[in-house]
C-alpha cells in the first residue's frame, strides 16, 4: 500500500504561481504513472498532467503551457509547477499513481487552490 499527501496549495491571485507536491510513503520507482488531477465544484474530477517512470508527460489542453509535471524518484515525490493561474484554475487538485504490476491506483487526499481575479 503507497500512501500519497499533496501539499503546497493554497490562496493566490489570478496571474500568479504555486508549486504542488506529493510525497509517498514507499519508492515511486514501480509505480508506472504519476499525475495531478483536479475537481472544481459541481464538476468532474479531470486529468491534469501525467508523468511516467520514463519521463513522458501529458498535459491537458487547458494547461498546456503553463504547468509543469516532475517527478524525483530519489525524493519519492511528483511535483506541479503552476504559473499564469487563472481563477478557472481553482479546484482540489488530487495526486495519483498508477502500478501497472497488480493494477494498483493511489489517490492522495487532494489540496485545495483557490485563484482569486
Known amino acids: 500500500q503507497v500512501q500519497l499527501v499533496e501539499s503546497g496549495g493554497g490562496l493566490v491571485q489570478a496571474g500568479g504561481s504555486l508549486k504542488l507536491s506529493c510525497t509517498a510513503s514507499?519508492?515511486?520507482?514501480?509505480?508506472?504513472?504519476m499525475g495531478w488531477y483536479r475537481q472544481a465544484p459541481g464538476k468532474q474530477r479531470e486529468s491534469v498532467a501525467t508523468i511516467t517512470t520514463g519521463g513522458s508527460t501529458n498535459y491537458s489542453d487547458s494547461v498546456k503551457g503553463r504547468f509543469t509535471i516532475s517527478r524525483d524518484n530519489a525524493k519519492n515525490a511528483v511535483y506541479l509547477q503552476m504559473s499564469s493561474l487563472k481563477p478557472e484554475d481553482t479546484a482540489v487538485y488530487y495526486c495519483k499513481a498508477v502500478k501497472f504490476v497488480g493494477y494498483r491506483v493511489y489517490w492522495g487526499q487532494g489540496t485545495q487552490v483557490t485563484v482569486s481575479s
Open positions: 514507499a519508492s515511486i520507482a514501480s509505480l508506472n504513472v
